[in-house]
Structures are given as C-alpha cells and as structure tokens.
C-alpha cells in the first residue's frame, strides 16, 4: 500500500493529486487539525472497556495458555 501525507497549514480550494496515485483506486481522508478540537479522554470508560477486553480473553483461558499468556491479569496492573 502506497501512503503520501501532506499537511497544509491554509489548503488551497483545489488539491493535486500526487502522480503515484492518478488513475489508482485511492482514499482521500480531511482532517482539521486545530488544536481546540481534541477530544477529552473519559478514564471510566477507558477503563471498562479494557475491563471488557481483559474479560473476554480469560473467558478463553486455552487461547491464552497456547499464546503463553495465561493469566492474563498479571500484565494489567491498575
């Protein structure tokens, strides 16, 4: 897969396609990268849902003990 990245501080009204990517099937992706619009992280909800995780691999404790992981809680220590 081909990435090309540019950052434009003012983007003009039209943008170039680069030439790797001219007749290609291809993603275009628009991100505002103003400062003022990063989301706050909730902790509780981080925390479930790494609870949710952690639950769902001892749930499956042979998977676990073939990756040699088992038990999975000693690696989490909160």
């Known amino acids: ?5 540019q950052v434009y501080d003012n983007p003009p009204e039209r ?3 680069p030439a790797e990517l ?7 992706v628009f991100i505002a990268m103003d400062e003022d619009q990063t989301m706050p992280i909730n902790k509780k909800q981080v925390l ?5 995780v ?9 998977f ?4 040699n ?10």
């Open 1 to 5: 897969m081909l990435a090309i990245r």
């Open 54 to 62: 952690i639950s769902q691999f001892e749930n499956s404790q042979e």
């Open 22 to 28: 001219r007749h290609r099937r291809a993603e275009v």
């Open 15 to 17: 943008i170039t396609v």
């Open 64 to 67: 676990l003990r073939e990756k």
């Open 48 to 52: 479930a849902s790494l609870a949710r």
């Open 69 to 78: 992981l088992f038990p999975l809680k000693n690696y989490f220590l909160l």
